[in-house]
Protein backbone atom coordinates (compact mmCIF):
# COMPACT_ATOMS: atom_id res chain seq x y z
CA UNK A 1 0.00 0.00 0.00
CA UNK A 2 1.18 3.53 -1.14
CA UNK A 3 2.56 5.92 1.77
CA UNK A 4 -0.27 8.48 1.87
CA UNK A 5 1.35 11.59 0.75
CA UNK A 6 2.57 14.09 4.34
CA UNK A 7 1.19 17.36 2.01
CA UNK A 8 -2.42 16.36 2.50
CA UNK A 9 -3.23 17.51 5.87
CA UNK A 10 -0.56 20.70 5.98
CA UNK A 11 -2.92 21.82 9.44
CA UNK A 12 -1.25 18.33 11.46
CA UNK A 13 2.11 18.40 10.24
CA UNK A 14 3.11 22.23 8.81
CA UNK A 15 2.02 25.44 11.07
CA UNK A 16 -2.05 24.98 12.31
CA UNK A 17 -3.34 27.98 13.05
CA UNK A 18 -3.73 26.80 16.84
CA UNK A 19 -0.11 26.19 16.98
CA UNK A 20 0.83 30.23 17.66
CA UNK A 21 -2.04 29.58 20.44
CA UNK A 22 -0.33 27.19 21.95
CA UNK A 23 3.32 28.88 21.88
CA UNK A 24 1.72 31.32 23.73
CA UNK A 25 0.15 29.14 26.31
CA UNK A 26 3.50 27.42 27.01
CA UNK A 27 5.49 30.58 27.23
CA UNK A 28 2.54 32.06 29.78
CA UNK A 29 2.69 28.59 31.58
CA UNK A 30 6.59 28.48 31.54
CA UNK A 31 6.83 31.88 32.97
CA UNK A 32 4.51 31.29 35.59
CA UNK A 33 6.40 28.47 36.60
CA UNK A 34 9.83 30.26 36.68
CA UNK A 35 8.11 32.83 39.03
CA UNK A 36 6.54 29.93 41.30
CA UNK A 37 10.60 28.97 41.21
CA UNK A 38 11.70 32.03 42.38
CA UNK A 39 8.68 32.10 45.44
CA UNK A 40 9.84 28.66 46.49
CA UNK A 41 13.16 29.69 46.55
CA UNK A 42 12.38 32.82 48.72
CA UNK A 43 10.10 30.51 50.93
CA UNK A 44 12.84 27.44 51.57
CA UNK A 45 15.50 30.72 52.52
CA UNK A 46 13.01 31.89 54.77
CA UNK A 47 11.84 28.99 56.75
CA UNK A 48 15.48 28.08 56.53
CA UNK A 49 18.55 30.36 56.50
CA UNK A 50 20.79 27.35 55.29
CA UNK A 51 18.51 26.06 52.22
CA UNK A 52 20.27 28.18 49.68
CA UNK A 53 23.55 26.52 49.92
CA UNK A 54 25.46 23.51 47.93
CA UNK A 55 23.98 21.23 49.70
CA UNK A 56 20.45 21.61 49.88
CA UNK A 57 21.17 21.67 45.74
CA UNK A 58 23.02 18.66 46.24
CA UNK A 59 20.36 16.57 48.08
CA UNK A 60 17.32 18.12 46.44
CA UNK A 61 18.96 16.57 42.92
CA UNK A 62 19.75 13.20 45.04
CA UNK A 63 16.53 12.67 46.04
CA UNK A 64 14.29 14.07 43.16
CA UNK A 65 17.09 12.58 40.11
CA UNK A 66 15.34 9.27 39.52
CA UNK A 67 12.15 10.83 39.07
CA UNK A 68 13.10 13.52 36.93
CA UNK A 69 14.67 10.95 34.98
CA UNK A 70 11.00 9.12 34.82
CA UNK A 71 9.00 12.23 34.13
CA UNK A 72 11.20 13.13 30.67
CA UNK A 73 9.14 10.14 28.74
CA UNK A 74 6.12 10.21 30.32
CA UNK A 75 5.75 13.78 28.76
CA UNK A 76 5.96 12.89 25.86
CA UNK A 77 3.56 9.85 26.30
CA UNK A 78 1.32 12.00 27.48
CA UNK A 79 2.18 14.16 24.52
CA UNK A 80 0.36 11.63 22.32
CA UNK A 81 -2.19 11.50 24.28
CA UNK A 82 -1.50 8.34 26.50
CA UNK A 83 0.15 7.77 29.91
CA UNK A 84 1.85 5.09 31.99
CA UNK A 85 1.45 4.47 35.58
CA UNK A 86 4.08 1.69 35.67
CA UNK A 87 6.98 3.38 35.67
CA UNK A 88 7.45 3.39 39.37
CA UNK A 89 6.66 -0.90 39.67
CA UNK A 90 9.53 -0.95 36.67
CA UNK A 91 11.86 0.90 38.94
CA UNK A 92 10.57 -1.68 41.58
CA UNK A 93 11.35 -4.60 39.49
CA UNK A 94 14.35 -3.39 38.26
CA UNK A 95 15.88 -2.52 41.74
CA UNK A 96 14.62 -6.17 42.72
CA UNK A 97 16.06 -7.93 39.67
CA UNK A 98 19.04 -6.26 40.73
CA UNK A 99 19.28 -7.28 43.66
CA UNK A 100 18.38 -10.91 43.44
CA UNK A 101 20.82 -11.59 40.40
CA UNK A 102 23.83 -10.49 43.35
CA UNK A 103 22.69 -11.98 45.85
CA UNK A 104 22.99 -15.05 43.97
CA UNK A 105 26.56 -14.33 42.19
CA UNK A 106 25.93 -12.84 38.93
CA UNK A 107 28.42 -9.96 37.79
CA UNK A 108 27.07 -6.64 38.48
CA UNK A 109 27.46 -5.47 35.05
CA UNK A 110 25.69 -8.44 33.38
CA UNK A 111 23.14 -7.98 36.37
CA UNK A 112 22.67 -3.97 35.20
CA UNK A 113 22.55 -5.22 31.51
CA UNK A 114 19.13 -8.07 32.69
CA UNK A 115 17.58 -5.38 34.24
CA UNK A 116 17.61 -3.04 31.43
CA UNK A 117 16.07 -5.76 29.23
CA UNK A 118 13.90 -5.98 31.69
CA UNK A 119 12.80 -2.55 31.51
CA UNK A 120 12.61 -2.88 27.91
CA UNK A 121 10.63 -5.41 27.80
CA UNK A 122 8.43 -4.39 30.16
CA UNK A 123 7.86 -0.92 27.98
CA UNK A 124 7.49 -3.15 25.00
CA UNK A 125 4.26 -5.21 27.14
CA UNK A 126 2.86 -2.29 27.67
CA UNK A 127 3.58 -0.50 23.85
CA UNK A 128 1.64 -3.75 22.48
CA UNK A 129 -1.43 -3.58 24.57
CA UNK A 130 -1.54 0.07 23.58
CA UNK A 131 -0.71 0.23 19.90
CA UNK A 132 -1.82 -3.44 18.93
CA UNK A 133 -4.68 -4.29 21.03
CA UNK A 134 -6.21 -0.70 21.14
CA UNK A 135 -6.41 -1.08 24.59
CA UNK A 136 -7.03 2.34 26.75
CA UNK A 137 -3.38 3.13 28.08
CA UNK A 138 -4.64 4.25 31.78
CA UNK A 139 -6.41 0.73 32.38
CA UNK A 140 -3.15 -1.63 30.67
CA UNK A 141 -0.66 0.67 33.10
CA UNK A 142 -2.42 -0.03 36.07
CA UNK A 143 -2.65 -3.45 34.88
CA UNK A 144 1.12 -3.49 34.58
CA UNK A 145 1.63 -1.32 37.40
CA UNK A 146 0.11 -4.44 40.07
CA UNK A 147 2.00 -6.92 37.25
CA UNK A 148 5.11 -5.66 37.79
CA UNK A 149 4.98 -5.02 41.42
CA UNK A 150 3.84 -8.77 42.01
CA UNK A 151 6.56 -9.87 39.89
CA UNK A 152 9.32 -7.87 41.86
CA UNK A 153 8.04 -9.14 45.23
CA UNK A 154 8.03 -12.90 43.58
CA UNK A 155 11.32 -12.44 42.55
CA UNK A 156 13.18 -10.78 46.32
CA UNK A 157 10.35 -11.60 48.52
CA UNK A 158 10.86 -9.90 51.86
CA UNK A 159 14.74 -9.68 51.49
CA UNK A 160 16.97 -6.81 51.09
CA UNK A 161 19.83 -7.04 48.43
CA UNK A 162 23.02 -5.18 49.97
CA UNK A 163 26.63 -5.15 49.81
CA UNK A 164 26.90 -3.81 46.42
CA UNK A 165 30.32 -3.32 44.64
CA UNK A 166 32.20 0.10 46.88
CA UNK A 167 32.47 1.63 43.68
CA UNK A 168 28.38 1.96 42.96
CA UNK A 169 28.53 3.83 46.71
CA UNK A 170 29.92 7.07 44.70
CA UNK A 171 26.71 7.46 42.76
CA UNK A 172 25.38 8.78 46.15
CA UNK A 173 28.15 11.07 46.41
CA UNK A 174 28.83 14.45 44.46
CA UNK A 175 30.64 14.53 41.22
CA UNK A 176 33.86 15.15 41.64
CA UNK A 177 34.85 18.46 43.60
CA UNK A 178 31.30 19.57 42.65
CA UNK A 179 27.95 20.02 44.81
CA UNK A 180 26.14 17.94 41.15
CA UNK A 181 24.75 14.61 41.49
CA UNK A 182 25.14 11.84 39.90
CA UNK A 183 21.26 11.58 38.68
CA UNK A 184 20.89 15.02 38.29
CA UNK A 185 23.80 15.16 36.01
CA UNK A 186 22.26 12.72 34.18
CA UNK A 187 18.23 14.04 34.08
CA UNK A 188 20.30 17.41 32.32
CA UNK A 189 21.88 15.62 29.35
CA UNK A 190 18.59 13.38 29.36
CA UNK A 191 16.52 16.97 29.00
CA UNK A 192 19.20 18.17 26.69
CA UNK A 193 18.41 14.84 24.33
CA UNK A 194 14.98 14.97 24.84
CA UNK A 195 14.33 18.52 24.35
CA UNK A 196 16.05 18.04 20.80
CA UNK A 197 14.26 15.10 19.69
CA UNK A 198 10.96 16.90 20.61
CA UNK A 199 11.18 20.88 19.36
CA UNK A 200 13.77 20.61 16.22
CA UNK A 201 13.52 17.55 14.54
CA UNK A 202 10.33 15.43 12.55
CA UNK A 203 9.64 12.98 15.32
CA UNK A 204 8.95 15.49 18.14
CA UNK A 205 6.31 17.20 15.07
CA UNK A 206 5.09 14.04 14.51
CA UNK A 207 4.57 13.55 18.63
CA UNK A 208 3.05 16.59 18.75
CA UNK A 209 0.83 15.57 16.04
CA UNK A 210 -0.44 12.22 17.18
CA UNK A 211 -1.51 14.17 20.56
CA UNK A 212 -3.50 16.93 18.35
CA UNK A 213 -5.00 14.88 16.10
CA UNK A 214 -4.39 11.20 15.72
CA UNK A 215 -6.78 9.53 13.64
CA UNK A 216 -5.63 12.72 11.04
CA UNK A 217 -1.87 12.21 11.58
CA UNK A 218 -2.16 8.53 10.86
CA UNK A 219 -3.96 9.44 7.74
CA UNK A 220 -1.28 12.11 6.90
CA UNK A 221 1.60 9.31 7.01
CA UNK A 222 2.59 9.54 10.72
CA UNK A 223 3.37 5.96 11.96
CA UNK A 224 1.25 6.25 15.07
CA UNK A 225 1.81 3.02 16.21
CA UNK A 226 4.85 2.88 15.82
CA UNK A 227 5.85 5.71 17.71
CA UNK A 228 4.06 5.05 20.76
CA UNK A 229 5.36 1.49 21.11
CA UNK A 230 8.83 3.25 20.96
CA UNK A 231 7.90 6.03 23.08
CA UNK A 232 6.54 2.89 26.16
CA UNK A 233 9.86 1.12 25.57
CA UNK A 234 12.29 4.02 26.29
CA UNK A 235 9.76 4.40 29.70
CA UNK A 236 10.39 1.07 30.22
CA UNK A 237 14.03 1.16 29.81
CA UNK A 238 14.54 4.99 31.43
CA UNK A 239 13.07 3.38 34.45
CA UNK A 240 14.62 0.38 35.03
CA UNK A 241 17.60 2.28 34.50
CA UNK A 242 16.63 4.92 37.25
CA UNK A 243 16.00 1.69 39.31
CA UNK A 244 19.66 0.66 39.46
CA UNK A 245 20.74 3.93 40.28
CA UNK A 246 18.19 4.02 43.31
CA UNK A 247 19.33 0.95 44.21
CA UNK A 248 23.10 1.84 44.16
CA UNK A 249 22.56 5.28 45.50
CA UNK A 250 20.50 3.29 48.84
CA UNK A 251 23.31 0.43 48.59
CA UNK A 252 20.19 -1.88 49.37
CA UNK A 253 16.83 -3.25 47.43
CA UNK A 254 13.80 -4.16 48.32
CA UNK A 255 10.67 -5.40 46.62
CA UNK A 256 8.84 -1.88 47.12
CA UNK A 257 11.32 0.35 45.94
CA UNK A 258 9.81 3.34 44.41
CA UNK A 259 6.19 2.39 45.21
CA UNK A 260 4.13 5.75 44.89
CA UNK A 261 6.40 7.44 43.28
CA UNK A 262 4.19 6.97 39.84
CA UNK A 263 1.85 10.54 41.64
CA UNK A 264 5.03 12.26 41.76
CA UNK A 265 6.26 11.57 38.07
CA UNK A 266 2.73 12.10 36.63
CA UNK A 267 2.42 15.28 38.65
CA UNK A 268 5.54 16.62 37.43
CA UNK A 269 5.06 16.12 33.63
CA UNK A 270 1.20 17.78 34.22
CA UNK A 271 2.62 20.55 36.46
CA UNK A 272 5.36 21.68 34.01
CA UNK A 273 2.17 22.45 31.31
CA UNK A 274 2.27 18.90 29.40
CA UNK A 275 -1.77 18.38 28.80
CA UNK A 276 -3.51 15.65 30.17
CA UNK A 277 -5.61 15.40 26.62
CA UNK A 278 -2.14 15.35 24.70
CA UNK A 279 -0.47 17.47 21.81
CA UNK A 280 0.73 20.48 24.43
CA UNK A 281 3.62 20.45 26.83
CA UNK A 282 7.63 21.09 26.92
CA UNK A 283 10.87 19.82 28.10
CA UNK A 284 11.65 23.06 29.39
CA UNK A 285 8.70 23.08 31.18
CA UNK A 286 9.01 19.84 32.57
CA UNK A 287 12.98 20.67 33.57
CA UNK A 288 11.00 23.90 35.54
CA UNK A 289 8.69 21.99 37.23
CA UNK A 290 11.44 19.41 38.31
CA UNK A 291 13.22 22.35 39.91
CA UNK A 292 10.16 23.65 42.00
CA UNK A 293 9.21 20.51 43.30
CA UNK A 294 12.72 19.53 44.21
CA UNK A 295 13.02 23.05 46.19
CA UNK A 296 9.33 22.08 47.82
CA UNK A 297 11.00 19.21 48.78
CA UNK A 298 13.41 20.54 50.38
CA UNK A 299 11.89 23.31 52.33
CA UNK A 300 9.12 21.16 53.31
CA UNK A 301 12.26 19.03 55.16
CA UNK A 302 13.65 21.83 56.61
CA UNK A 303 10.55 22.41 58.52
CA UNK A 304 9.83 18.24 59.31
CA UNK A 305 6.75 18.07 57.44
CA UNK A 306 6.45 14.39 57.18
CA UNK A 307 6.35 12.54 54.05
CA UNK A 308 2.66 11.90 54.08
CA UNK A 309 1.78 15.47 54.38
CA UNK A 310 4.19 16.37 51.62
CA UNK A 311 2.12 14.10 49.24
CA UNK A 312 -0.69 16.38 49.67
CA UNK A 313 1.04 19.24 48.50
CA UNK A 314 2.09 16.97 45.71
CA UNK A 315 -1.66 16.32 44.93
CA UNK A 316 -2.69 19.97 45.01
CA UNK A 317 -0.27 20.80 42.67
CA UNK A 318 -1.42 18.00 40.49
CA UNK A 319 -4.91 19.29 40.73
CA UNK A 320 -3.70 23.04 39.47
CA UNK A 321 -2.09 21.41 36.68
CA UNK A 322 -5.28 19.56 35.45
CA UNK A 323 -7.80 22.04 36.65
CA UNK A 324 -6.02 25.60 35.02
CA UNK A 325 -5.72 24.36 31.48
CA UNK A 326 -8.92 23.57 31.53
CA UNK A 327 -10.62 26.33 33.03
CA UNK A 328 -8.19 28.46 30.22
CA UNK A 329 -9.20 26.14 27.72
CA UNK A 330 -13.13 26.72 28.45
CA UNK A 331 -12.90 30.20 28.55
CA UNK A 332 -10.91 30.34 25.15
CA UNK A 333 -14.01 28.28 23.77
CA UNK A 334 -16.74 30.51 25.46
CA UNK A 335 -14.80 33.43 23.69
CA UNK A 336 -14.64 32.23 20.56
CA UNK A 337 -18.18 31.12 20.29
CA UNK A 338 -19.33 34.69 21.81
CA UNK A 339 -17.31 36.46 18.63
CA UNK A 340 -18.59 33.84 15.99
CA UNK A 341 -22.15 35.06 17.17
CA UNK A 342 -21.69 38.52 16.88
CA UNK A 343 -19.78 38.47 14.18
CA UNK A 344 -23.16 36.28 12.26
CA UNK A 345 -25.40 38.85 14.13
CA UNK A 346 -23.45 41.68 12.35
Same mark, same amino acid.
Given at each position: ?A $???V?????? %????R? =??????????W??? *?I???V !?????????S? /? @?????? @????????G? &? +???AL???????? #????L??????G?? +???????FM???? !???AM???????IL?????G???T? %???????????T??L???IA?I??????A????A??NK =??L???? $???????????? %?????????????????? /??I #????? $??? @???V???? !?????Y?IS?? *??A????L????Q??????? #???L?L??????L?G????FG??? $???G????V? &?????Q???T????????????T #??? *???????PT????????????????????
Open positions: M $TPDSLMPDV %LEEPS =LNTMIRSSVRESA *LVLF !ISLIYGWWVP /Y @FLNTDT @FFFAGLNFE &I +AIMPMTMIIIT #GEIDSVASMLLS +ASTLGYLHGWN !IWLAICLIVGGGALNLLVR %LGLPSIAVTIGLTYRGLVLGSNTVGFPWT =LSPIGN $THIAYDFAIFVV %LVLIFGVVLHMTPVGRSI /YA #GLQPE $TAY @FSGRVKR !IKFTLVGF *LCFAGIYTFQSSSASDT #GVGENVVAIAFGVSIGRG $TIFVFVSA &IFGSLASLAINVSAQAQSIV #GCL *LLVSVLIARDSVARIRAQFRRRVAEAS
